[in-house]
T-cell receptor, first 110, second 115 residues
Framework: GQQVMQIPQYQHVQEGEDFTTYCNSS?????IQWYKQRPGGHPVFLIQ?????EVKKQKRLTFQFGEAKKNSSLHITATQTTDVGTYFC??????????FGQGTRLTINP | ETGVTQTPRHLVMGMTNKKSLKCEQH?????MYWYKQSAKKPLELMFV???????ENNSVPSRFSPECPNSSHLFLHLHTLQPEDSALYLC??????????????FGPGTRLTVL
């Protein structure tokens, strides 16, 4: 079945440093979604990318969708303590389901 | 956020108990989902309901039994669980089919501990 791989599994940075997580799919995706889960919380939708090569920004967060629509990345510029959490990518795995990556857990040293 | 609610938030049960998890969505969505999230694994999809019909059953053991009486409510009935079933159980809903790119809205989850 379809697999979505995400790296790294963990990332620890100093506050103010940048952070990037990468997502790779075994198949071409019609779209890719990103979610954030704060410690003790539940996943919250961040953004969806649909077009090949698409780049979207949300303040300090930059999301990219690869040209082949099989990979994606999330980059955070100048991390803040509020960015702590686990970031998941997810792609369609069938008509009615999302396949989630393993997530990248971000911790930040203030 | 109150779009998707789950009760109870925490549950401790013995292996011989029978309990049910409840999920309710107030967003007018047509699809609802049960996920399992444990420390060692990513989000695992368990069941998908679309317009109250089960459309996906991800090889889940029969000790987990879902029920969707209407498009706003989803239950997960639990019986004779094992300690390895201890996890966070998340309910989610979305407007329509995932393939169309509709985001999923998650509830706060039920933290289940099986003794």
């Amino acid at each position: 079945g379809q697999q979505v791989m995400q790296i790294p599994q963990y990332q620890h940075v100093q506050e103010g440093e940048d952070f990037t997580t990468y997502c790779n799919s075994s198949t071409t995706l019609s779209n890719i979604q990103w979610y954030k889960q704060r410690p003790g919380g539940h996943p919250v939708f961040l953004i969806q990318l649909v077009k090949s090569g698409e780049v979207k920004k949300q303040k300090r967060l930059t999301f990219q969708f690869g040209e082949a629509k099989k990979n994606s990345s999330l980059h955070i510029t100048a991390t803040q303590t509020t960015d702590v959490g686990t970031y998941f990518c997810a792609g369609p795995g069938g008509a009615q389901k999302l396949v989630f990556g393993q997530g990248t857990r971000l911790t930040i040293n203030p | 956020e109150t779009g998707v609610t789950q009760t109870p938030r925490h549950l401790v049960m013995g292996m011989t108990n029978k309990k049910s998890l409840k999920c309710e969505q107030h967003l007018g969505h047509n699809a609802m989902y049960w996920y399992k999230q444990s420390a060692k694994k990513p989000l695992e999809l368990m069941f998908v309901y679309s317009l109250e019909e089960r459309v996906e059953n991800n090889s889940v053991p029969s000790r987990f039994s879902p029920e969707c009486p209407n498009s706003s409510h989803l239950f997960l009935h639990l019986h004779t669980l094992q300690p390895e079933d201890s996890a966070l159980y998340l309910c989610a809903s979305s407007h329509e089919a995932v393939l169309l790119g509709h985001e999923q809205f998650f509830g706060p989850g039920t933290r289940l501990t099986v003794l």
